[in-house]
């Protein structure tokens, strides 16, 4: 049964190329959904697909690219929209 979680992930997580690997390791889960960078510093995910996946993101999201600093990842379950792609938003 597919699922959709927001993600807000804080930390230094914007222009360390979050966005981009995690839509490489959404597309490597099979998800689908958007991610984009918040005025307030934060990176926004929006991801769908079944539950093991998405937690794969979360845990993938807790520690992000190299260059990033983690401090919290924030989750919370939305409606599902049935999309099929995911794609990074400016």
Do not use: H, Y
């Not at 807000?8 to 998800?31: M, Y």
């Not at 958007?34 to 005025?39: E, F």
């Amino acid at each position: 049964m597919k699922e959709r979680w927001r993600f807000l992930i804080e930390g230094s997580v914007q222009g360390v190329g979050f966005r981009n690997s995690c839509r490489r390791r959404a597309l490597d889960l099979g998800l689908c959904g958007w991610v984009r960078n918040l005025k307030d510093g934060v990176v926004e995910i929006q991801a769908e697909g079944d539950e093991l996946a998405l937690n794969e993101l979360r845990l993938w999201c807790e520690r992000g690219p190299s260059a990033a600093t983690v401090k919290r990842v924030l989750l919370s379950k939305i409606p599902v929209t049935g999309n099929d792609w995911f794609d990074v938003r400016t």
